[in-house]
């Protein structure tokens, strides 16, 4: 019913009748002003519909699937509110939603745990030998920290990527990719701990990072 509403709601919205909920006033407003995609936005709520269920993904690329539906998505649409139409901008913003989408897996994991859910890729799981019970068992054998290590990995595959495409990005489209200081600092945090996705210490806040976010902002690099 979320869903639904949501659809027809941005339908509404190219229709210059909003429905009177805040948040869709809003949207409308930015809408209007910046011209925003309307396919960004029904990709949105389209992908997030299918994950309703509630189930891990088949594999990475399911995953990858995901994120550039969700995360990506909202990175054009963002950058559509910068004034930045530009093809090198968007492959770049394509590979930093699948790397925050791989990140916000990898971050979600205990919290889902303590209810018995596990979402990570089955088959790079299951090239490991390793089962959702031993995730939910809190296991820290070498083959558990594998499986972390394989999807921390692609996440960092599609920061490098990303950055490749640095040199011929607008300046006015990094803000929009400021997340990557964060994306960056979990990743290191996760090799510190050697993938061990349970440790304490990648749930300590990293008090550099509004610096580091500040010296990319004013470089104007991600």
Avoid at 33 to 53: A, S
């Amino acid at each position: 019913m979320r869903m639904q509403f949501w659809r027809k709601a941005v339908e509404d919205i190219y229709c210059d009748n909003p429905p009177h909920q805040p948040v869709a006033i809003e949207l409308w407003k930015a809408v209007k002003k910046h011209q925003l995609t309307k396919m960004w936005l029904m990709k949105i709520i389209d992908e997030r519909e299918k994950n309703l269920d509630d189930r891990a993904y088949r594999n990475i690329q399911e995953l990858e699937t995901y994120a550039e539906n969700t995360q990506s998505a909202l990175l054009y649409l963002t950058l559509e509110m910068l004034g930045v139409r530009d093809i090198h901008a968007d492959h770049a913003a394509s590979h930093i939603g699948k790397a925050q989408g791989i990140v916000t897996c990898l971050r979600s994991t205990p919290y889902h745990i303590n209810r018995r859910k596990v979402f990570l890729p089955m088959d790079i799981c299951m090239l490991h030998g390793v089962s959702q019970e031993d995730f939910i068992r809190c296991h820290q054998e070498k083959n558990v920290r594998d499986v972390i290590y394989d999807i921390a990995s692609q996440a960092h595959v599609h920061l490098e990527h990303a950055r490749s495409f640095s040199k011929n990005v607008p300046g006015k489209a990094c803000p929009a990719f400021l997340y990557t200081v964060a994306l960056e600092d979990y990743l290191h945090k996760i090799q510190k701990v050697d993938f061990n996705i349970f440790h304490p210490n990648l749930h300590k806040k990293n008090v550099l990072l509004p610096l580091h976010l500040y010296i990319r902002s004013w470089k104007k690099m991600y």
